[in-house]
């Protein structure tokens, strides 16, 4: 069937990208490129921008000859200036993270690379040897930000150097070494290229770490909050919607009183009398509720996955080259939160969720239950699955991405519907779904609150109800003591999460408010249609869509069943 103009657009576009942006490409299962890496340096920077730049003129002078055109042309706009727009304000001098930074994707990008054969052992060597390069360019382009004034806070360069030391001190690369000896029909040479090009790897983090601490943190600013304009800029990349901070901040304490109320009557059921923190510690040190290696709590979540893709063929549409998603350790050093990676465009690499251990060796299970829901099924593989195979409604350039706004809100939302669904009849792990939902509501609250300087609300009070700081400006220790009383989460990971809100601008807010768009739209469908509304078709229509900016869902929610 021949293309339209906007898809045929659409499809070179991704091929284009592909070629200047290889991570990408392997992220996305596209061929071809898996030898090389990305340029981060502003040269390179600037050749992405400027094939941005020719794909928004090109579209603009295109119209519409059908809805899977109308649908294209609207999400590609609105992703296309939101980039411009991102790139012209500096944010790509700003992408000093440990968490969705150029370092860390060059690292994960490894964990996505095929391992199967002679070529893909020739590609994971040449990649090996392209990282000093690759992290020239990216030290290049910190270089120009520390030069223009364009610098970010010296907690998120020390964050970014803890990481890349840990993957130089570990030695995270020679683990391709050792599984390269492993392949008895490889070469001899090409597996001392592998294991040479780990070592140059290696060498190259460590001396990327020092870079940072020594010469990029003592220029770097001591002033963690982005300010009312980058994060207005970030709330549009992250949500595609410009949504109001102080009506979200003020949403959101309604929202955790609420959630605190529910969690309280659940720890009723769990050990009457008793306090959230005391049946946290229950809920954390009783080893009858509990995993205690991390081979254990790996096979463990693969089957809750299993289970999970088994019970939402009641309620999905879920095509068969979706039934597998593959449930695995991340290396240490990587993102303290778990995390999802798509299939390949064809499938060949599964859809994988990642649970790091943060250096565990015991796993109480009752907060993980929800979270596997939320990574797997119904939750991201279900949803960035089910668009991977919309190649007929969908194009390549909606197949192949995510607004977190969208994305992160329907993973909440899907958690909320096994609520519903009634998966979480065992109390234990019903109150890991409300503290995974308190978590996402306390971030909006203090990642609005640190950026933009809210004050604390008068009478506001910790769990154990110890009056909490009333009319004070919001501060990272104030935001880390407040997630430690209301989340339930660990110390360790809670840490990182601070960090991650303070470099990662309006990210953390996706969830909760992603979600809460998810809820309104399909209030107001079931209102519109009343007995003829049918929830089965409503999300078959509405993951069908792919990923959209929260504006353009409410308005292409509103024509279901029209």
Not at 176 to 204: F, N, Y
Not at 280 to 289: C, M, S
Request: hydrophobic share 40%; aromatic share 10%.
């Amino acid at each position: 069937m021949a293309l339209s103009p906007i898809f045929e657009l659409a499809d070179r576009s991704v091929d284009e990208q592909a070629a200047l942006d290889p991570c990408t490409a392997t992220g996305r299962g596209i061929p071809g490129y898996d030898h090389l890496l990305t340029d981060f340096s502003p040269a390179g920077v600037e050749a992405r921008a400027e094939h941005t730049l020719r794909t928004a003129a090109a579209l603009a002078a295109l119209e519409p000859t059908n809805d899977a055109d109308r649908l294209a042309k609207d999400f590609m706009s609105e992703r296309l200036a939101t980039s411009i727009a991102l790139h012209d304000a500096g944010e790509w001098l700003l992408a000093v993270r440990a968490i969705a930074s150029p370092s860390s994707t060059i690292r994960s990008t490894f964990d996505l690379m095929s391992r199967d054969g002679h070529d893909a052992w020739t590609n994971i060597a040449a990649r090996l040897h392209a990282v000093p390069a690759a992290l020239d360019g990216l030290r290049a382009t910190y270089d120009h930000g520390r030069a223009t004034g364009k610098v970010a806070a010296r907690r998120q360069a020390l964050a970014a150097a803890d990481q890349a030391d840990t993957w130089a001190r570990d030695r995270w690369f020679d683990q391709l070494t050792s599984e390269a000896a492993t392949h008895a029909d490889l070469p001899a040479a090409l597996q001392a290229d592998v294991a040479a090009g780990a070592d140059v790897a290696v060498a190259a983090y460590a001396a990327f770490a020092t870079y940072l601490r020594e010469v990029y943190a003592p220029d770097a600013t001591v002033t963690d909050a982005c300010g009312p304009e980058r994060y207005q800029a970030n709330v549009r990349a992250m949500l595609g919607a410009d949504l109001d901070p102080r009506e979200m901040y003020v949403w959101a304490w309604t929202d955790f009183h609420e959630l605190r109320a529910d969690m309280a009557a659940t720890c009723e059921r769990i050990l009457p009398g008793a306090s959230f923190a005391e049946v946290q510690h229950l809920l954390d040190t009783d080893p009858a509720r509990a995993l205690h290696s991390a081979d254990e709590y790996r096979e463990w979540l693969q089957a809750v996955t299993d289970e999970a893709l088994e019970r939402s063929l009641e309620h999905f549409d879920i095509p068969e080259q979706m039934r597998r998603c593959e449930a695995l350790i991340p290396p240490a050093g990587s993102a303290a939160a778990p995390y999802y990676t798509s299939p390949s465009e064809d499938f060949s690499r599964p859809g994988r969720t990642w649970y790091p251990t943060l250096g565990r060796t015991s796993f109480p299970r009752w907060g993980d239950v929800t979270t596997c829901y939320h990574e797997s099924v119904p939750g991201h593989h279900l949803q960035l699955g089910y668009a991977k195979v919309q190649a007929e409604q969908l194009t390549r350039v909606q197949r192949n991405s995510f607004i977190p706004g969208h994305g992160e809100g329907w993973a909440l939302y899907a958690e909320r519907l096994c609520d519903e669904f009634g998966w979480f009849a065992n109390p234990d792990f019903r109150l890991g779904f409300l503290g995974g939902q308190m978590l996402r509501s306390v971030r909006v609250i203090i990642d609005i609150g640190m950026h933009l300087g809210y004050t604390i609300p008068a009478g506001t009070t910790l769990n154990d109800g110890t009056p909490f700081h009333g009319g004070e400006v919001w501060n990272p220790d104030l935001a880390y003591e407040f997630a430690v009383s209301e989340t339930g989460q660990g110390e360790v990971f809670l840490t990182s999460e601070i960090d991650r809100y303070l470099g990662w601008p309006a990210q953390a807010i996706s969830y909760k408010v992603g979600e809460r768009e998810w809820l309104r739209a399909r209030a107001e469908t079931q209102e519109r249609l009343g007995a003829a509304f049918d929830l089965r078709a409503f999300h078959t229509f509405a993951l069908a869509l792919g990923p959209v900016g929260l504006a353009q869902l409410r308005t292409e929610l509103g024509r279901f069943g029209g």
